[in-house]
């Protein structure tokens, strides 16, 4: 009741090794996600990224990603 109806395509791990970072093999996998989403037929891709991560964010944003959902946790110790 939140939300209109969509069809999505998760993205629940995806990393590239320091070392080949730049070269655009993060840019390659996206882009043959997309290209899945669209044969699939779905509406969004989304993902999840760790709020530490600011490399990642700058680069899902270059990627065409936007800011959708800030989930924050609260840890209780015992």
Do not use: C
């Not at 998760?10 to 996998?29: N, W």
């Not at 993902?47 to 959902?69: I, K, M, P």
């Amino acid at each position: 009741p939140f939300t209109y109806p969509r069809s999505a395509l998760h993205i629940d791990h995806v990393g590239v090794s320091r070392q080949s970072r730049g070269q655009g093999v993060g840019a390659a996998l996206l882009t043959r996600v997309d290209e899945l989403a669209r044969e699939l037929g779905v509406d969004v891709i989304t993902l999840d990224s760790w709020g530490f991560n600011t490399d990642a964010h700058a680069f899902f944003r270059s990627q065409g990603f936007e800011l959708s959902v800030l989930r924050m946790w609260k840890p209780l110790n015992a």
